[in-house]
């Protein structure tokens, strides 16, 4: 089976895709301090440092703003997965990027998932904030498809390569939700690492192809 994936951006969408990131940090970083209910587009594009108006050309309202921040971590597993080494069986490689995504070394690593983990356990209180969420995992679900597609035998029918990427992309998903409503460090045990670890080995037998053994990586 063979899936696009997807090219790489202009030079005008780097650009783009950096003020948003911008105004989901600035998003992040009032929500934590204030709450969503506590604060205003106008206040996140001053702290983002932008007009009112380029807030509103790239989002709909102030909770959509942190999509790009909730994204990041999906695209950087996406981008160690698609750099897997053929051969790797599939369960294996899963794992071995999405933990490698969520121990990026450094202070702006951790400081991304203690945003993350503020960002969620506002969502608790606000449904908006709760749909961007599920958007964003929904939206990470879909662009894992092409790379797991790449990774897997080609007849692996279409059925099974969803459900792979639904299985892993959920992992991660609980994994961090659990992480954010406890105490545990952005490293160590229960960590985001720590958790998707666990819960994507305990996946491996529903990412294996019954009666054929598990799937592993092959050449591109």
Known sequence: ?????????????????????DIAQAAAELFTEQGP?????EEIAGRAGVALRTFYRYFRNKQDAVGPLL??????WRELLAATEPGTPLPRA??????????????AAAEALRWTRGLLRAAQDDPALRAVWYRVNQESEERLLPVVARLVDPAT????????????????????????ASD???AGPGS???????????????????????????AP
Request: hydrophobic residues 45%.
């Open 71 to 76: 994204s990041t971590g999906g695209a950087r």
């Open 157 to 180: 029918d279409e059925l099974e390569l969803r459900l792979i990427a639904a299985a892993a992309t959920d992992a991660i998903r609980v994994s961090l939700e659990v992480w954010a």
């Open 94 to 107: 899963l794992e071995a990027a999405a933990v490698a995504s969520l121990s990026q070394p450094g202070e």
């Open 1 to 21: 089976m063979s899936r696009p994936v997807n090219p790489p951006l202009s030079l005008t969408e780097r650009r783009k895709a950096a003020t948003q990131l």
């Open 192 to 218: 985001p690492a720590d958790l998707v670890a666990r819960a994507l080995g305990g996946a491996a037998h529903r990412v294996a192809a019954p009666g054929s053994g598990t799937p592993a990586a092959t």
């Open 37 to 41: 209910d506590g604060t205003t587009a």
């Open 184 to 186: 545990a460090d952005v």
